[in-house]
């Protein structure tokens, strides 16, 4: 007797139909499909952070845990990125960044995901363009997946930019017969903005399961713009409205204020980027580098809390958020506070020189001359 076959599919790596949030319907342009390519929804906890002003809360939204290759806050964006990519019938894609550049690393994985190749445009300085870049933090996973790697100096980025880098890039693919998609620096584009409108939805939706939390602070780091345009949207439009903090790790206010701008222009939003977030600068010494300070702030803080921060975006916007609390408690006493973490764990591996003199918790077991002895008893295999 036959009967009609069930077909299953997983929701993980798949392409699904998207709908917006009601109260983000009036935007223009709406996505139309995403690719499921993390971990959602990624966990809100308590963050027992140390030296806070009287009766702060800081709980802490784990984007860090969006999945291992494919982590942080890039994955939301790539999730609709990627799915117009397809769309477009792309057999390839290209993104550049930071030597450690998070979202090349998460872009490089998801595209091998979806059959795509990757070319990565990596910055790094003049001294070392003309070497290979080794397998440190994000390399190593971008080159074990097949990225195409081509370095460019500081120097060569700051006179040329992004843009017409991969633009060159680009001429040079569809000159050999490829069709490429190019992914712009942070996936923070129009469309990659999506990625943090449809994370307040899921925020929203924590929250209607804990009914005793109402936030009164979101706070982020900021590196291209697309995550604090999101959040910030989503965050005016939607019941939350927290009022959104980013800490710029690179550039400064202005710019950031002035591209977030365009970005929700690009959506036709209608709203002014200055009344719905606040932007401070984070960046200290520059873009991935790190202070000792800055440095033991991240050490301590995992010490205290479990909660490792990466040194160039969320270790540096929690640094600038403890220090405004330290400086202006009244400005945060009582409140409710969301602290983003963006993922780039692997970021670390690239600071392990300056982290070294910091961590000091080690030593030598001591063992008693009078322990028992016996040839064999500790089975090493």
Known sequence: MGSAQKTEEFEFVRKKAYTAPSWAGHLNPLPSHIFSLGHFPTPIHKWNL????????????????????????????????????VAQG??????????????????????????????????TSKDLVDNDPGLTGNLLVERLVGAHVDLVSKEEYASIGSVALTDMLKEKLLSEGRKPYVIP?????????????????????????ANSVVFDDIVVACGS?????????????????AKVHAYCVCD????????AQDLVDGLQAGVSIREIVSIQNAKGLGYAMSTTEELKFVGEIAEATGIVLDPV?????????????????????????????????????????QIA?????????EIHETAPRKEGIGKMF
């Not at 003199?357 to 077991?365: D, G, T, V």
Request: proline share 3%; charged share 20%.
């Open 50 to 85: 140390p030296n806070l002003p009287n009766n702060t809360h800081v709980y802490l939204k784990r984007d860090d845990l969006s999945g291992l290759q494919l982590s942080g806050n890039k994955v939301r964006k790539l999730e609709f990125l990627l799915a117009e990519a």
């Open 90 to 123: 792309s057999d390839c894609v290209i993104t550049i960044g930071g030597i450690q550049s998070n979202q090349c690393r998460a872009t490089a994985v998801a595209a091998k995901y979806l059959n795509l190749d990757c070319f990565l445009i990596l910055r």
């Open 185 to 209: 620096l942070g996936g923070s584009n129009s469309l990659g903005t999506w990625g943090y409108i449809e994370a307040v939805r899921e925020i929203e939706q924590q929250l209607q399961k």
């Open 225 to 241: 713009g697309g995550t604090i345009a999101g959040l910030s949207i989503g965050a005016s439009l939607s019941d939350l409205k």
């Open 252 to 259: 400064d206010p202005d710019h950031f204020y002035d591209y």
């Open 313 to 353: 975006y969320s270790g540096k916007a929690a640094y600038g958020m403890m220090r405004d609390m330290a400086e202006n408690p009244g400005k945060w006493e009582g409140r409710k506070v969301l602290f983003i973490h963006t993922g780039g764990l692997l970021g670390l591996f690239d600071k392990t020189d």
């Open 357 to 365: 003199p910091l961590i000091k918790n080690w030593r030598r077991m």
